[in-house]
DNA sequence: TAGATTGTTAATCGATTAACAATC
DNA sequence: TAGATTGTTAATCGATTAACAATC
């Protein structure tokens, strides 16, 4: 834990959380850096070098106990402890986040919803009330709040971003297709979907070409 | 363009492409690769290194001209030919990505939506009428769909995108939490939810112990 | 022309893969 | 014990950064 993990490390081990979950819920008790290295598609060495980089978990010449690496996984990635978390933004991206169980069972409970359009303002989402973000500042700061999920168009993303960690929120997952400016002690994770959606394009036209080569 | 361009450079065209569209919008004319890179919070050695990649679109002594390097990476990107597209899963985040127009304003044209589920078909979202999953093969066929949007659940989506691929999909835009194993004459792009949440955890947790040390 | 800035080569840095001694 | 597989060091590969000649 002493050194810096990179961010490609990190960015991996969702990854083999969601396999060793898939394996467990199969009954698999072991498994070896080889086995996983087929079912993912990547190497037994990049396998336990990254698992290394936490421990090492697992045994010479028997591999990796399915359920303790997975529970071990869950604690590197912080899944032991609950987080609290805001939506702002009651769209349809909002909604789908809300709505999306297997969220809370990984811990994260989302105790608000919050909009600036009147007419959204009140309605029930997934048993929640849509409240007005002039109360967010409130709400932050007296339910303690960690994580603000910003399902909100671009214009007023930056400086709502702001606002944001001046009221005390620690995570920032953004969805608006803009860059926020925050101070390095929020963290924020973003979700670009147009982005996504070019190198998808990108990536078509690439194999375009290749064909017809 | 006869290098293999590697994914690490393009997936940082679209966030070129962004921040060149803003330039446009404020009437700048011209732009250096330092003054971008200050911006950007990138190497300017960085941005030269990429856009070379595609060729040499600036001028010694002058910098880039924001127009043209934003039409050029829009070509790169494959963003001057539309595209046509399904979406299959009516849910939030169907409509969510359906509802955006951002996507229509690039080239991405959504010709279909589709479910399993009866009381959704026959809605509409968008100005479309859902349709059943179990006319989507003649859709495809005679639309000549080239792209579906994947958001359904994990459990049907790894066959579905089998029979996608048979059916003559050349890219899936996948946001189902699961990886997809079709063959390599079909791009797969995934935003996976989950993946991009723990991602936050794990930085937020990070961030947590730094500052009590 | 002089100054600015690119395009591109070279140097550095970091990440991935290979190899193997340690050990269960 | 013998076989298997890890943990870890060393080698390789690739990506980023630095430097600078070319040139507008």
Do not use: C
């Not at 805001?86 to 709505?99: D, F, H, P, R």
């Not at 932050?140 to 214009?155: D, E, H, M, R, Y």
């Amino acid at each position: 834990m002493i050194n810096k993990i990179s961010i490609a490390v990190i960015k991996r081990l969702p990854r083999y959380y969601r396999y060793l979950g898939d394996l467990l819920d199969d009954g698999i008790v072991r498994i070896s850096s080889k086995e996983l290295s087929e079912k993912m598609k990547v190497t037994a060495s990049q396998i336990r070098q990254d698992l290394n980089n936490f421990g090492g978990f697992g045994q010479q010449g028997y591999g990796y106990n399915v359920e303790t690496l997975y529970e071990e996984i869950g604690k590197i990635l912080g899944l032991e402890k609950k987080h609290s978390l805001v939506i702002i933004g009651a769209g349809n991206l909002g909604q789908a986040i809300i709505k999306y169980t297997d969220f809370e069972k990984r811990g994260f409970i989302f105790k608000g919803v919050f909009d600036s359009n009147p007419k959204v303002i009140g309605n029930t989402m997934h048993n929640i009330i849509v409240q007005d973000v002039a109360d967010l500042k409130e709400f932050i700061k007296s339910k303690n709040i960690q994580i603000a999920v910003l399902t909100i168009p671009k214009s007023n993303a930056p400086e709502l971003a702001n606002d944001l960690e001046k009221w005390g929120i620690k995570a920032i997952w953004n969805f608006a297709p803009v860059d926020l400016n925050v101070s390095d002690k929020v963290t924020v994770e973003n979700v670009h979907l147009s982005d996504s959606l070019m190198t998808l394009s990108y990536k078509l036209k690439d194999a375009e070409n290749k064909t017809k080569k």
